[in-house]
Nanobody, 125 residues
């Protein structure tokens, strides 16, 4: 299985970005998907996740109200729409596929068994 994240870049505070993650090699539509991020010198942290049916999402407090995750199962793609970006959102963003053994959305990295390569988001203040 492969995950390919894209869409990162350099933006100013207050701008928006949409990240995309294309998954191949497995039945994408049956897996919940998550986004994580890692800033320099920090642990990788949960941003948000979406169920396989798009029936529900869960977000970290830092993302609530600004970020939205969606997916298009026909395109094997999950998106992270980020609005009102702040300097503290600067990080490498990773998409990940949650292990199918979990029935609910998870926020820990150990619950995800496939990862993309990451895409850099830099927000200048």
């Amino acid at each position: 299985v492969q995950l390919q994240a894209s869409g990162g870049g350099l933006v100013q505070a207050g701008d928006s970005l949409r990240l995309s993650c294309v998954i191949s090699g497995r039945s994408f539509s049956r897996y919940s998907m998550g986004w994580f991020r890692q800033a320099p010198g920090k642990e990788r942290e949960f941003v948000g996740a979406i169920t396989w049916s798009s029936g529900g999402g869960y977000y970290a407090d830092s993302a609530k109200g600004r970020f939205t995750i969606s997916r298009d199962n026909r395109k094997n793609t999950v998106y992270l729409q980020m609005n009102s970006l702040k300097a503290e959102d600067t990080a490498v963003y990773y998409c990940a596929a949650q292990s199918p053994r979990y029935a609910v959305l998870k926020t820990t990295t150990g619950a995800y068994d496939s990862w993309g390569q990451g895409t850099q988001v830099t927000v200048s203040s």
